[in-house]
Nanobody, 125 residues
Framework: DVQVMESGGGSVQAGGSLRLSCVAS????????MAWFRQAQGQEREGVAG????????YSSDSVQGRFTISYDDSKNTMYLQMDNLKPEDTAMYYC??????????????????WGQGTQVTVSS
C-alpha cells in the first residue's frame, strides 16, 4: 500500500530547474504535515521544504530559500517542489515524507510515518 510516491528527478546543469512531484494517498495528503527531504551521499538526511496543513504554513531550509518553492494541488493529492537555480551541492536523493506526528517540527524526520522511495537529482557544474 503505497502512501507517497515521488517523481521528477533527473540530471541538469548548474543554474537549471527541475520540478519534483509527490503523489500521496488521501489519508496521507490530508495529514498534519508533508515535506521534502534530501540525502547526499555520505551525508545525513535533511529537511528541504514542508507544508503544515494544520498551521497552513510552508517552510524551507536556509540553503534553498529563494530557490526552491513548495506547493500543492488538493485536487490531485500532490505536493510539488519547484527547484530553480540549482547548484551542484543540491545533488542528492530527494524524498517525500507524509503524516507527521503532532507536536513535532516539519523537519523532524524521525516522526514521519510514510516515506517514498526517493528520486535522484544530479546537478553538474
Amino acid at each position: 500500500d503505497v502512501q507517497v510516491m515521488e517523481s521528477g528527478g533527473g540530471s541538469v546543469q548548474a543554474g537549471g530547474s527541475l520540478r519534483l512531484s509527490c503523489v500521496a494517498s488521501t489519508y496521507t495528503y490530508a495529514s498534519n504535515c508533508m515535506a521534502w527531504f534530501r540525502q547526499a551521499q555520505g551525508q545525513e538526511r535533511e529537511g528541504v521544504a514542508g507544508f503544515s496543513r494544520a498551521a497552513r504554513t510552508t517552510y524551507s531550509s536556509d540553503s534553498v530559500q529563494g530557490r526552491f518553492t513548495i506547493s500543492y494541488d488538493d485536487s490531485k493529492n500532490t505536493m510539488y517542489l519547484q527547484m530553480d537555480n540549482l547548484k551542484p551541492e543540491d545533488t542528492a536523493m530527494y524524498y517525500c515524507a507524509g503524516d507527521l506526528l503532532y507536536g513535532y517540527n516539519w523537519d523532524d524526520l524521525d516522526h514521519y510515518n510514510h516515506w517514498g522511495q526517493g528520486t535522484q537529482v544530479t546537478v553538474s557544474s
